[in-house]
Nanobody
Framework: QVQLVESGGGLVQAGGSLSLSCAAS????????MGWFRQAPGKRRVFVAA????????GYADSVKGRFTISRDNGKNSVYLQMNSLKAEDTAVYYC?????????????????WGQGTQVTVSS
Protein backbone atom coordinates (compact mmCIF):
# COMPACT_ATOMS: atom_id res chain seq x y z
CA GLN A 1 0.00 0.00 0.00
CA VAL A 2 0.96 3.61 -0.58
CA GLN A 3 -0.39 6.48 1.49
CA LEU A 4 -0.46 9.93 -0.07
CA VAL A 5 -0.95 13.21 1.77
CA GLU A 6 -1.34 16.49 -0.10
CA SER A 7 -0.62 19.93 1.31
CA GLY A 8 -0.28 23.50 0.14
CA GLY A 9 -3.76 24.32 -1.03
CA GLY A 10 -5.53 27.53 -0.13
CA LEU A 11 -7.07 30.74 -1.37
CA VAL A 12 -5.23 32.95 -3.84
CA GLN A 13 -6.13 35.81 -6.13
CA ALA A 14 -6.17 35.37 -9.87
CA GLY A 15 -2.67 35.76 -11.27
CA GLY A 16 -1.10 34.44 -8.10
CA SER A 17 0.83 31.27 -7.36
CA LEU A 18 0.52 28.23 -5.14
CA SER A 19 2.74 25.23 -4.60
CA LEU A 20 1.25 21.85 -3.79
CA SER A 21 3.17 19.00 -2.20
CA CYS A 22 2.38 15.32 -1.91
CA ALA A 23 4.21 13.10 0.54
CA ALA A 24 4.14 9.34 0.00
CA SER A 25 4.71 6.61 2.54
CA UNK A 26 4.41 2.86 2.64
CA UNK A 27 5.42 1.02 -0.50
CA UNK A 28 8.63 2.15 -2.16
CA UNK A 29 7.79 5.48 -3.68
CA UNK A 30 10.30 5.45 -6.48
CA UNK A 31 8.73 2.49 -8.22
CA UNK A 32 5.89 4.41 -9.79
CA UNK A 33 4.71 7.29 -11.90
CA MET A 34 2.98 10.16 -10.10
CA GLY A 35 0.23 12.49 -11.16
CA TRP A 36 -1.98 15.39 -10.18
CA PHE A 37 -5.68 15.49 -10.96
CA ARG A 38 -8.38 17.97 -10.05
CA GLN A 39 -12.11 17.97 -9.56
CA ALA A 40 -14.25 21.08 -9.66
CA PRO A 41 -17.72 21.12 -8.05
CA GLY A 42 -20.20 19.16 -10.11
CA LYS A 43 -17.57 18.00 -12.58
CA ARG A 44 -15.58 14.83 -13.08
CA ARG A 45 -12.00 14.39 -11.97
CA VAL A 46 -9.55 15.31 -14.72
CA PHE A 47 -5.86 15.01 -15.45
CA VAL A 48 -3.60 17.96 -14.65
CA ALA A 49 0.00 16.75 -14.77
CA ALA A 50 2.10 13.59 -14.60
CA UNK A 51 5.72 12.60 -14.17
CA UNK A 52 7.38 9.27 -14.74
CA UNK A 53 9.38 7.28 -12.21
CA UNK A 54 12.74 8.71 -13.16
CA UNK A 55 11.41 12.25 -13.31
CA UNK A 56 12.64 12.86 -16.84
CA UNK A 57 9.29 12.86 -18.59
CA UNK A 58 6.49 15.24 -17.66
CA GLY A 59 3.18 16.04 -19.25
CA TYR A 60 0.36 18.50 -18.75
CA ALA A 61 -3.24 19.12 -19.62
CA ASP A 62 -3.59 21.80 -22.28
CA SER A 63 -5.42 24.01 -19.80
CA VAL A 64 -2.37 24.29 -17.51
CA LYS A 65 0.51 23.96 -19.95
CA GLY A 66 3.01 26.78 -19.50
CA ARG A 67 1.60 27.73 -16.09
CA PHE A 68 2.02 24.57 -13.97
CA THR A 69 5.16 22.56 -13.32
CA ILE A 70 5.31 19.07 -11.86
CA SER A 71 8.45 17.72 -10.21
CA ARG A 72 9.46 14.96 -7.84
CA ASP A 73 12.13 14.14 -5.31
CA ASN A 74 12.44 10.38 -4.92
CA GLY A 75 14.81 10.80 -1.99
CA LYS A 76 12.07 12.65 -0.11
CA ASN A 77 9.23 10.47 -1.41
CA SER A 78 7.48 13.59 -2.65
CA VAL A 79 5.93 15.10 -5.73
CA TYR A 80 5.18 18.77 -6.26
CA LEU A 81 2.97 20.98 -8.39
CA GLN A 82 4.00 24.59 -8.86
CA MET A 83 1.03 26.60 -10.08
CA ASN A 84 1.58 30.07 -11.52
CA SER A 85 -0.71 32.59 -13.20
CA LEU A 86 -3.69 30.99 -11.55
CA LYS A 87 -7.15 31.55 -12.97
CA ALA A 88 -10.60 31.26 -11.44
CA GLU A 89 -11.18 28.14 -13.53
CA ASP A 90 -8.30 26.43 -11.71
CA THR A 91 -10.48 26.30 -8.60
CA ALA A 92 -10.89 22.65 -7.62
CA VAL A 93 -9.87 19.95 -5.21
CA TYR A 94 -6.45 18.74 -6.29
CA TYR A 95 -5.55 15.08 -5.86
CA CYS A 96 -2.17 13.42 -5.87
CA UNK A 97 -2.02 9.92 -7.37
CA UNK A 98 0.56 7.15 -7.55
CA UNK A 99 0.94 4.29 -9.97
CA UNK A 100 2.77 1.00 -9.51
CA UNK A 101 3.89 1.38 -13.12
CA UNK A 102 6.91 3.59 -13.67
CA UNK A 103 5.75 4.77 -17.06
CA UNK A 104 4.21 8.16 -17.70
CA UNK A 105 0.44 7.96 -17.18
CA UNK A 106 -2.43 10.40 -17.74
CA UNK A 107 -5.52 8.27 -17.19
CA UNK A 108 -7.27 7.95 -13.85
CA UNK A 109 -7.49 4.21 -14.38
CA UNK A 110 -3.70 3.92 -14.46
CA UNK A 111 -3.32 5.09 -10.87
CA UNK A 112 -3.90 2.77 -7.93
CA UNK A 113 -3.36 5.11 -4.99
CA TRP A 114 -4.93 8.47 -4.23
CA GLY A 115 -4.61 11.17 -1.62
CA GLN A 116 -7.56 12.83 0.10
CA GLY A 117 -7.19 16.03 -1.87
CA THR A 118 -6.44 19.65 -1.10
CA GLN A 119 -8.68 22.59 -1.96
CA VAL A 120 -7.40 25.32 -4.26
CA THR A 121 -9.59 28.39 -4.61
CA VAL A 122 -8.73 31.19 -7.00
CA SER A 123 -10.68 34.41 -6.59
CA SER A 124 -11.24 36.60 -9.61
Amino acid sequence: QVQLVESGGGLVQAGGSLSLSCAASGRTFSTGAMGWFRQAPGKRRVFVAAINRRGDRMGYADSVKGRFTISRDNGKNSVYLQMNSLKAEDTAVYYCAASVDGSYATSIDEYQYWGQGTQVTVSS
